[in-house]
């Protein structure tokens, strides 16, 4: 009923910007917080930062600084502006969301993007 879909990831030098976007789509009712997650081969999927439907924003250490979080509610978007990228920041990135449904029962439902591939290469 919910979907969330990533997209702008590629290939990109170190020292280069990429931003990524989250679009949301189906039945939705209002969404929470929404969150970007990475994994790089070979490695556990990890936090990357959160903003809450109030555009607060928290950020892992290791993107401090250099990526910037926002979302635009009227589109159900998120994005992810990525800069002074390094290649360990070189992984898959999955878009994550609180959503409340519009249905009977208004459940939240917790839903993933399908990941977008980055990598950070020269």
């Known amino acids: 009923q919910v979907q969330l879909v990533e997209s702008g990831g590629g290939l990109v030098q170190p020292g280069g910007s990429l931003t990524l976007s989250c679009a949301a789509s189906?039945?939705?009712?209002?969404?929470?917080?929404m969150n970007w997650y990475r994994q790089a081969p070979g490695k556990e999927r990890e936090w990357v930062t959160t903003?809450?439907?109030?555009?607060?924003?928290n950020y892992a250490d290791s993107v401090k600084g250099r990526f910037a979080i926002s979302r635009d509610n009227a589109k159900n978007t998120m994005y992810l502006q990525m800069n002074s990228l390094k290649p360990e920041d070189t992984a898959a990135y999955y878009c994550?969301?609180?959503?409340?449904?519009?249905?009977?029962?208004?459940?939240?439902?917790?839903?993933w993007g399908q990941g977008t591939l980055v990598t950070v290469s020269s």
């Open positions: 903003i809450t439907d109030g555009s607060s924003a």
């Open positions: 189906g039945s939705i009712f209002s969404i929470g917080a």
């Open positions: 994550n969301a609180l959503v409340r449904v519009a249905s009977n029962t208004m459940r939240v439902v917790e839903v």
